[in-house]
């Protein structure tokens, strides 16, 4: 039996003469694929970093919030775009976009016109009163007549003994039309338009006694005692009543 098999495969060499024999060298040792793969660059735990930062940007700003008085906020919207290199960690790309819209809330309000300022006050300049006569006035015209106190009391004198005032009643009489209008057929009180010896007010009344009674002593003095007949009875009395009222 021959020493080794017919199909050993080892090499065999030929030597040529003065060659140096050399031994054949060895084959690289087999490296297994899991030991290469332990080997490799950890590049998964980068690529994961990456994406969980980009996940929490978006988060944050999706979740975004304007607060302010008055001021409504809409929803936001958002949206991510990126690219990542798993071979290159230096040249990741972030780009994160979003919108807000906002609404003005405001509180209702009414305008209200102030109130028209009031008309200025005009005063007028007075207007300068110019002296009229009494007739304009509607008093009677003291120019109408011409006074005598003597013969105005000496007509009295006739008319009251008729009525029985003599004495203490005539004088009486005289004292309170002395007071009144000093015996003047023409006396007139502007104030209040009395007129006439017994100032009859208005002195149009003594017309019950004659159409002259602006001109006539006789139509006033007839007219005076039928006055104090009718409302006090006599002279004396009339004059009492003047001294403490001052009028009669």
């Given at each position: 039996m021959?020493k080794?098999?017919?199909?050993d495969?080892?090499?065999r060499?030929?030597?040529?003469p003065?060659?140096?024999?050399?031994?054949?060298?060895?084959a690289?040792?087999a490296?297994?694929?899991?030991?290469?793969?332990s080997?490799?660059?950890?590049r998964?735990?980068?690529?994961?970093?990456?994406?969980?930062?980009?996940l929490?940007?978006?988060?944050?700003c999706a979740?975004?919030?304007?607060?302010?008085?008055?001021?409504?906020v809409?929803?936001?919207?958002?949206?991510?775009?990126?690219e990542?290199?798993?071979?290159r960690?230096g040249?990741q790309n972030?780009?994160?976009?979003?919108?807000?819209?906002?609404?003005?809330?405001?509180?209702?309000?009414?305008v209200?016109?102030?109130p028209?300022?009031?008309?200025?006050?005009?005063?007028?300049?007075?207007?300068?009163?110019?002296?009229s006569?009494?007739s304009?006035?509607?008093c009677?015209?003291?120019?109408?007549?011409?006074?005598d106190?003597a013969?105005?009391?000496?007509?009295?004198l006739?008319?009251?003994a008729?009525?029985?005032?003599?004495?203490?009643q005539y004088?009486?009489l005289?004292a309170?039309?002395?007071?009144?209008s000093?015996w003047?057929v023409?006396?007139l009180?502007?104030s209040?338009?009395?007129y006439?010896i017994?100032?009859?007010?208005?002195?149009?009344?003594?017309?019950?006694a004659?159409a002259?009674?602006?001109?006539n002593?006789?139509?006033?003095?007839?007219?005076?005692?039928?006055?104090?007949q009718?409302r006090y009875?006599?002279p004396a009395?009339?004059?009492?009543?003047?001294?403490a009222?001052?009028?009669?």
């Amino acid at each position: 039996m021959a020493k080794h098999s017919l199909n050993d495969d080892r090499p065999r060499v030929t030597r040529s003469p003065g060659a140096v024999e050399r031994t054949p060298e060895a084959a690289p040792p087999a490296v297994s694929v899991a030991s290469a793969a332990s080997r490799r660059p950890p590049r998964r735990t980068g690529r994961a970093a990456l994406q969980l930062l980009g996940l929490a940007a978006v988060t944050a700003c999706a979740f975004v919030t304007v607060v302010a008085p008055n001021v409504g906020v809409s929803s936001a919207t958002a949206s991510f775009s990126g690219e990542f290199d798993e071979g290159r960690v230096g040249v990741q790309n972030l780009a994160v976009s979003a919108s807000a819209a906002t609404a003005l809330i405001r509180d209702g309000y009414t305008v209200k016109d102030p109130p028209p300022p009031p008309p200025p006050v005009i005063v007028a300049a007075p207007t300068p009163v110019e002296k009229s006569s009494s007739s304009d006035s509607g008093c009677p015209d003291p120019n109408a007549a011409v006074a005598d106190p003597a013969t105005a009391q000496a007509v009295a004198l006739e008319l009251a003994a008729a009525r029985g005032w003599t004495g203490a009643q005539y004088d009486a009489l005289i004292a309170l039309w002395s007071r009144e209008s000093g015996w003047r057929v023409n006396a007139l009180n502007a104030s209040s338009c009395a007129y006439g010896i017994p100032q009859a007010l208005p002195g149009s009344k003594m017309a019950s006694a004659g159409a002259d009674w602006l001109t006539n002593p006789a139509t006033q003095i007839t007219w005076g005692l039928n006055y104090i007949q009718g409302r006090y009875g006599d002279p004396a009395s009339a004059l009492a009543h003047s001294d403490a009222n001052h009028w009669y």
